[in-house]
């Protein structure tokens, strides 16, 4: 099969395309012939050589696909060659065949294309086990998500607000902010011409949010604990601005907050399955209603991964990058 490679980390112009075997799967795995792979921030990093694939994970990029699923493993029962599928992958995306477990794999939702089905796992997965899973976000609540137009931000803002909370968002133009907007966000902050911290204060009148997803890090910390509620509570996925910060945990204590945080790919393959059921059972009926809808930017073919990377790092996009086999 083909696959794309890097020999050394780098910049986007490390990637080329490579030939290699197929991946073999165990009793509990399936195999994916590939039609779409979704672009995320964790291939930026590990192209970089910052994001190193989790024991036993094909060294790959690529952590979501859709496609037809062609063979499955002795204990596999849910699903048979044939069938289409997205799925959470361990590493290994960017392929031609790509090996999954098999409880990590949900039906293409009614009503979207297999280059759609591709844009959700990763981020949807992120999204519902943080907000939902870690943070106990709830219906009636306010969020505050940075990044609004990004992968993580559109997926965040449809879901948040289908499940009745009330959504701010950040982002860099007035473009973005509009984006935001459109998706159903309550209100998009420009960071470049205003501080979000006063901006949520006047929007709350001056109580603050429930909850904050971050993928900034840095410097945003101390200004996100200044912006929740009492009883807020803090969840980071990322730190695009550094892991480092001086924080004071006066915040922390005087509104009794609770800061959390994680990443997907090293998580169990109980948890991961634990992730997709629940979303098949509470987003994918939104998905197939069109109350929530994938948004896709810009589709490469998998040879141009490297201009897909560019792409990814300008942050010009709004929604996903995808990669095509």
């Not at 590990?46 to 690529?62: D, E, T």
């Amino acid at each position: 099969m083909k696959f794309i490679d890097f020999n050394e980390p780098g910049g986007p112009d490390v990637l080329v395309v490579n030939d290699g075997p197929a991946p073999s799967i165990g009793d509990d795995d399936v195999l994916i012939k590939v039609s779409a792979a979704g672009v995320n921030g964790p291939d930026i990093m590990q192209r970089k050589g910052l994001y190193p694939p989790p024991p036993g994970a094909s060294p790959v990029l690529g952590l979501e696909v859709a496609g037809e699923i062609t063979e499955t493993g002795s204990r596999v029962t849910s699903w048979q060659p044939g069938d289409l599928a997205c799925a959470l992958v361990p590493g290994g995306g960017y392929a031609e065949y790509v090996k999954t477990k098999a409880a990590h794999c949900l039906p293409i939702p009614k009503g979207i294309g297999m280059n759609e089905a591709a844009s959700l796992p990763e981020t949807f997965f992120t999204v519902w086990s943080n907000l939902f899973d870690r943070a106990h976000l709830k219906s009636g609540e306010s969020l505050l998500v940075h990044g609004g137009s990004g992968g993580i931000g559109v997926t965040t803002i449809q879901i948040a607000k289908a499940k009745g909370v009330t959504v701010f968002a950040t982002a860099g133009s007035k473009e973005k902010c509009q984006a935001c907007l459109d998706l159903g966000a309550d209100a998009a902050i420009n960071y470049r011409e205003e501080d979000f911290v006063e901006k949520i204060k006047e929007l709350t009148q001056a109580k603050g949010v429930d909850v904050i997803l971050d993928m900034i890090g840095g410097d945003y910390i101390n200004r996100n604990l200044k912006s929740l509620a009492l009883e807020g509570r803090l969840v980071t996925i990322a730190f695009s601005s550094g892991h480092k910060a001086d924080i004071s945990i006066a915040p922390l204590m005087m509104k009794r907050l609770t800061w959390t945080g994680s990443t997907l790919r090293p998580q169990s393959d109980e948890a991961k399955a634990s992730i997709a059921a629940s979303l098949r059972k509470n987003i994918w009926p939104l998905i197939e209603n069109g109350t929530i809808r994938p948004v896709i930017y810009k589709t490469y073919p998998m040879g141009e991964a490297k201009e897909a990377h560019r792409l990814m790092e300008s942050s010009e996009h709004i929604g996903k990058i995808l990669l095509t086999m």
